[in-house]
C-alpha cells in the first residue's frame, strides 16, 4: 500500500515539474477572490475531510489504549 501511495506522490512531482504556469494580476479584491473560492460546497468537502481526517486520527491514537485497557488485550494480540 506505501509503494502506490509512492508512487502517486512521484507522479504527482512529474507533473508539477512539467506544468506552466502563468499568473496575472485581474484586479479582484481579496475578499471577492475568497468569496470565489470558499463556496458552499467546498466548505462542506473541507469540513468533512478534516472531520475524517479527525476520526481517524483520534482512531489510530487511542485504539490501542483502548483494547489494553478496558479491553485487558495483550500487546500481541493487537499487534504492536
Not at 473560492?37 to 485504539?63: A, C, D, H, N, R
Request: hydrophobic share 50%; aromatic share 12%; with cysteine.
Amino acid at each position: 500500500m506505501y509503494y502506490v501511495a509512492d508512487a502517486y506522490l512521484v507522479i504527482a512531482c512529474c507533473i508539477v515539474f512539467f506544468l506552466d504556469v502563468s499568473t496575472e494580476k485581474v484586479g479582484q479584491k481579496t475578499t471577492e477572490a475568497l468569496k470565489k473560492i470558499f463556496t458552499i460546497p467546498s466548505v462542506v468537502l473541507l469540513g468533512l475531510v478534516s472531520m475524517l481526517g479527525l476520526l481517524l486520527g483520534i482512531k489510530e491514537s487511542y485504539f490501542a489504549v483502548y483494547m489494553e485497557g478496558e479491553l485487558n488485550a495483550s500487546v500481541s494480540m493487537i499487534g504492536e
